[in-house]
C-alpha cells in the first residue's frame, strides 16, 4: 500500500528537449507526493510538490501532474539544459504514521 | 548556516565493530529520519521519530540503534557492522510527519571492510 512505482530508470534526452517521469502509487489515501533532484555526490533536495486536491502545478521549467483516479503522477522538465543532469525521486506520503516513501529513481542525462 | 548536519561524513571501519552517526537540525523541526541509501541509489527509510519519540521503525536488524535525546537530535549507533551496512546514511527533518519538504543532510559515506 506503500510502494510508489518509478519508471523507466534511466532517461536521456538532448539538451532542449522535454523530459517525463512518471510514477505510480498504491495507496489512495497518499495526499502529499514531492519530487526530489539529487545531483552526484549531493543530497537529495524538494524541487516540487503537489497534493492531491490540485491537479497540476508548475515551477518555471518544471511541472508536476496528478491523476489520483489513476494513481499517477508525472514530473515534465522542458528545455532541459545540462544542469538539469541527475537522479530524479518521486515519492509519497502515505500510512498511519505518515511515512515518506521513495521511488527507486531515475537518472536523467542531457546530452549539450 | 547549515539546517540539518550529520557527522561523520566519511566512515571506514572493519567488520564487527561499533559505530555511530550524529545528526542535528536547526530548523525547529519536529520530526527527524533516517535513510540508507545503497549503491544503486534507491531511497529507504529505516527510522522515523517524531517529538523524540519513534513512530516508525522498518524491518531494520536490531543492530541499528536510533536515539534522539531532544526533537534536534536523532544518532543513529550500530553494532557489529557488517559489509552490507556498507551505503551512504542520510538524516533528514520536516516541520511534521509527512508534511511538507523533508530537509536532508548531507550525508555519511559508511564503508565496512
Known amino acids: 500500500g506503500e510502494n510508489v512505482e518509478q519508471h523507466p530508470s534511466t532517461l536521456s534526452v538532448q539538451e532542449g528537449d522535454s523530459a517525463v517521469i512518471k510514477c505510480t502509487y498504491s495507496?489512495?489515501?497518499?495526499?502529499?507526493f514531492p519530487w526530489y533532484k539529487q545531483e552526484l555526490g549531493k543530497r537529495p533536495q524538494l524541487i516540487i510538490d503537489?497534493?492531491?486536491?490540485?491537479g497540476e502545478k508548475k515551477d518555471q521549467r518544471i511541472a508536476v501532474t496528478l491523476n489520483k483516479t489513476a494513481k499517477h503522477f508525472s514530473l515534465h522538465i522542458t528545455e532541459t539544459q545540462p544542469e538539469d543532469s541527475a537522479v530524479y525521486f518521486c515519492?509519497?506520503?502515505?500510512?498511519?504514521?505518515?511515512?515518506?516513501?521513495f521511488g527507486k529513481g531515475i537518472t536523467l542525462s542531457v546530452r549539450p | 548556516d547549515t539546517a540539518v548536519s550529520q557527522t561523520p561524513k566519511y566512515l571506514v571501519t572493519q567488520m564487527g565493530n561499533d559505530k555511530s552517526i550524529k545528526c542535528e537540525q536547526n530548523?525547529?523541526?519536529?520530526?527527524m529520519y533516517w535513510y540508507k541509501q545503497d549503491s544503486k541509489k534507491f531511497l529507504k527509510i529505516m527510522f522515523s521519530?517524531?517529538?523524540?519519540?519513534?513512530?516508525i521503525n522498518e524491518t531494520v536488524p536490531n543492530r541499528f540503534s536510533p536515539k534522539s535525546p531532544d526533537k534536534a537530535h536523532l544518532n543513529l549507533h550500530i553494532n557489529s557492522l557488517e559489509l552490507g551496512d556498507s551505503a551512504v546514511y542520510f538524516c533528514?527533518?520536516?516541520?511534521?510527519?509527512?508534511?511538507?519538504?523533508?530537509?536532508f543532510g548531507q550525508g555519511t559515506r559508511l564503508t565496512v571492510v
Open positions: 533528514a527533518s520536516s516541520q511534521r510527519a509527512g508534511y511538507g519538504e523533508a530537509f
Open positions: 515519492s509519497q506520503v502515505a500510512g498511519a504514521n505518515s511515512k515518506l516513501t
Open positions: 530548523l525547529g523541526h519536529d520530526t
Open positions: 495507496d489512495s489515501a497518499s495526499n502529499y
Open positions: 503537489i497534493r492531491s486536491n490540485v
Open positions: 521519530y517524531n517529538n523524540k519519540e519513534l513512530i
